[in-house]
């Protein structure tokens, strides 16, 4: 399931081809399976489907998913995509703990001095 956040400061579309991505990496969406259409999935979610649309766009150039003329779009799970996926995880959780890091008032010095430490093991 797709959920939405209108307080994310990153765009709807983006927020749909994570989402996405997350269904397709985990396998909840199997390879070869058939996504949504654009028009069910943008009246699922209350969004525009040009929304959709450029999140699928972004999605097969990605290598996430491909589109079959007439057809729809089919997922495809490749360890690229896979990898990428795990990254960007990754990357927002660290974000997510440096924030909580910095707002509990741990100083730069330390985050960088952690990080150095995490570089060892």
Sequence with gaps: MITLNYRDARPIYEQVCDGL????????IADG??????????????INPN????????????GYCCSVPG???????????QDDARRLSL???LKELLQELRAM?????????????????
């Design 105 to 121: 008032g741990v100083s730069e010095e330390d985050i960088q001095a952690l990080c150095r430490e995490g570089e060892e093991k």
């Design 91 to 93: 990357e927002q959780q």
């Design 33 to 46: 399976d058939k996504l949504p259409s654009v028009r069910a999935l943008a009246t699922q979610l209350a």
């Design 21 to 28: 991505r997350r269904l397709i990496v985990s396998g909840a």
């Design 71 to 81: 057809k729809g779009c089919f997922a495809v799970h490749t360890y690229r995509a």
């Design 51 to 62: 929304t959709i649309q450029r999140a699928y766009n972004e999605l097969e150039t990605s």
